[in-house]
């Protein structure tokens, strides 16, 4: 079964190099990936503002907000779900703060 996440993926990746007149998603791989990490920060503040000071709702409507230019970033640097799922399952068991002492300063 294709996740939601994956199936996004797939369209937002065939999106690289269409007419940035008729897609956002083309859109933002022709404006770079300075601007394309600058919209997951931008989601990802008012994710957690929503968090703040909506309700459910709003922060339901902010995560897919960021999760959508999350995959976007993904893409434009290579990187696929199955790599992020990957490194998730790599992790699952150990103490989060066992993994992060792992990376090294």
Known sequence: ??????????????????????????????????????????????????????????VTSESADLLYHLLVLWAECGVKPDDVWAELNKRAGISGIDEKNSRGK
């Open 1 to 58: 079964m294709t996740h939601a996440i994956d199936a996004l993926f797939q369209v937002i990746a065939a999106r690289q190099g269409a007419d940035p007149e008729i897609s956002y998603t083309a859109k933002l791989f022709a404006k770079g990936r300075k601007k394309i990490a600058q919209k997951v920060g931008e989601e990802a503040v008012e994710t957690a503002l929503a968090a703040m000071v909506e309700g459910p709702q709003g």
